[in-house]
């Protein structure tokens, strides 16, 4: 969840480490502060709120000049968003501050130790006991910062990155992860730690992955790395693959909009190269590989909010290409109902940022269970496609607003990948029937293109509709799970009552909740080819009509039948069942937005939320 950033090197670390908080605000905006060394002490800053607040607070107390520096924007977990319970931390001799992301599950014990020794804390957080207990280890470990990082982290039980410095070492930062991202950033004459590398990629485009229970020191030019008992350890190496105008508003006013724009790039980015110049799919997979492939007697995908709406969607194309049962799993829940898994089965793992902790404990406990794995995750170098056995990158660029666009759209397109791909290993399809739907897809980045030209009626749509209470979605087969996307994202970014259902439930129990004007959007099948879904939903239509609902169809170009039936209808190209979600999606992206816009709410920074979900 925090974002995290260390600096040591020959420039001022203070705007280094602003700089790169401001990148990472997205992880977390309940707090931020930052931490200095300077003339032999630590100069520390922090503020509740967002990092405009930090930054008000330093124009007015000023802070001395230092080239080593950590600095945090905090997601709360132990203790509410208030200035004492921000990071950093420091101990009570002074001496080393600390920032955290993660959670400390032994901390009550710890805290209780510390107090029973009489230390006074000064904080509701878990993060303080690992300050104190840092600087109780410094004494053992001869000074050595990154050895007390060793003995402390011992101790620690549950998922962390750790950063810290010691003002009697004003040229070292020491940062430790278990559970938790954390990159390195290499300079010249300067090196960096993050939890994301959006925070250094204005200074260097190199970087280095972190494995599980290391810990790093850094000086302006040396990087070591060793485990948690103190040996050295092997590390990899990495190239950023985007600059800092990625990771910009690039002229728009919201940091969704232009990834709400960005949606055809990044479609076409994730089929570039994926695809021979014989329409057969290429991932790179060995043939002892695709033997295991061939093997498979069912794909289980496990993924979390917005990435568990594109493993449904996955679920339709892969068991319909392969004929090969899916489960798609609430990674939150997966391991905890002793999921049936072997040998012969295929986990898929979603994340757009590789780190959802959830994600992550069900991904270990499959493997743990002699599981295949295979990673669709957008960050390069993340813990979950390096623990996976395979993985397929999204490269849908960075994705600073915290409710998910691009990344869904090009989850389901590495799903569909996936899908195709084990057919052909499989011989589940001929050869022709592969090639027709790869045509289609790579024909996807121009018809999403083609939404986002027509997008204006949304956004007068959304406006107009901005002061109800709640929102109902409607759809059927892989109108279901984009009519749950579309509830999400208007309870992320508008807090209001949203909730998306299967067409066919609606009689079951929802239609309750169908008063006179609430407006129901409605994803409506083709009516060519499977029409006996386009009837059924316009029967469910026809229900929520009579009892006062205000109706939204999404539906095709030369679906005329539908517009008798619904109020207000916002048109879509024409293109088959499977590949509707990649375009019935994007109006139902931009109405969130426009909805949250016109309630006057923080759409790139909603209440309560952080991009990447690093704590179960």
């Given amino acids: 969840m925090c974002g995290i950033v260390g600096y040591v090197g020959s420039k001022q670390a203070l705007d280094v480490i602003v700089n790169g908080l401001r990148r990472l605000e997205y992880r977390g905006y309940d707090s931020a502060g930052v931490a200095i060394i300077s003339d032999g002490a630590l100069v520390v800053r922090k503020k509740a709120g967002k990092l405009a607040n930090l930054e008000t607070l330093i124009g007015s107390d000023p802070m001395p000049d230092s080239t080593t520096g950590i600095g945090h924007t905090r997601w709360a977990t132990h203790g509410g968003p208030t200035d004492r319970n921000a990071h950093p931390h420091v101990s009570e001799d002074g001496r080393v501050a600390v920032i955290h992301n993660g959670i400390i599950e032994n901390f009550a014990g710890l805290r209780a130790e510390l107090t029973a020794a009489g230390v006074v804390l000064a904080s509701e957080t878990d993060t303080e006991v690992v300050a104190h207990l840092l600087a109780h280890s410094l004494p053992e470990a ?39 991202p954390l990159v390195v950033g290499l300079g010249e004459g300067e090196n960096f730690v993050a939890s994301d590398v959006a925070a250094f990629v204005d200074h260097t485009r190199s970087a280095l992955e972190l494995g599980q229970d290391q810990v790093v020191a850094i000086r302006p030019d040396s990087v070591v790395v060793t485990d948690f008992a103190g040996e050295p350890v092997e590390t990899r190496p990495f190239h950023v693959d985007w600059d800092t105008s990625a990771a910009e508003k690039g002229g728009y006013d919201l ?168 057919a052909q290993v499989r011989g589940s399809m001929f050869e022709d029937e592969i090639r027709g739907i790869l045509e289609e897809l790579d024909s996807m980045p121009s018809k999403v293109d083609l939404v986002l030209d027509t997008t204006e009626p949304v956004r007068a749509l959304a406006r107009e509709l901005a002061s109800s209470t709640s929102v109902l979605f409607l759809g059927r087969h892989v109108g279901f799970p984009v009519a749950l996307e579309g509830a999400l994202k208007l309870k992320e970014l508008a807090y209001m009552h949203a909730e998306g259902f299967a067409a066919g439930e609606l009689k079951h129990g929802p239609i309750a909740l169908i008063e006179e004007g609430v407006p129901v959007i409605v994803i409506v099948p083709s009516p060519r080819g499977r029409s006996v879904l386009h009837d059924k939903i316009v029967s469910n239509i026809q229900e929520v009509r009579a009892r006062g609902a205000r109706v939204i169809a999404i539906a095709e170009e030369g679906d005329e039948v539908i ?27 931009v109405f969130a937005c426009e909805m949250a816009t016109a309630r006057g709410l923080d759409v790139d920074q909603p209440r309560n939320l952080a991009k990447s979900v690093t704590v179960e």
């Fill in 255 to 422: 940091y969704m909009l232009k990834e709400i724009a960005e949606q055809p790039r990044a479609v076409a980015d994730s089929l570039r190269g994926r695809i021979s110049k014989d329409h057969r799919i290429q991932l790179d997979a060995s043939e002892a590989e695709d033997a295991a492939l061939r093997a498979v007697t069912k794909v289980v995908v496990i993924a979390c909010g917005t990435a568990a709406h594109a493993g449904m969607v996955a679920k339709y194309a892969i068991e319909h290409w392969t004929r090969l049962p899916v489960e798609v799993e609430l990674a939150s829940e997966f391991r905890y109902r002793d999921p049936i898994v072997g040998p012969d089965t295929l986990v898929i793992a979603i994340s757009q940022s590789g780190e959802t902790m959830d994600t992550l404990m069900a991904l270990r406990h499959a493997k743990a269970q002699g599981a295949k794995t295979l990673a669709i995750c957008n960050t390069v170098g993340s813990t979950i496609p390096r623990e996976s056995d395979a993985v397929l990158y999204t490269y849908a660029g960075p994705e600073i607003s915290v409710a998910s666009t691009k990344a869904f759209l090009t989850q389901i397109i590495a799903a569909y990948l996936v899908g195709l791909y084990l």
């Fill in 142 to 180: 001869d000074g050595d910062l990154a050895e007390a990082m060793r003995r402390t982290c011992r101790r620690l039980e549950g998922a962390f990155t750790l950063v810290c410095i010691d003002r009697t070492q004003p040229d070292l930062v020491v940062a430790a992860r278990r559970n938790s």
């Fill in 563 to 589: 517009a008798e039936f619904a109020d207000h209808v916002i048109r879509i190209p024409a293109v088959p069942t499977l590949m509707q979600p990649l375009v019935a999606t994007v109006p139902l992206q």
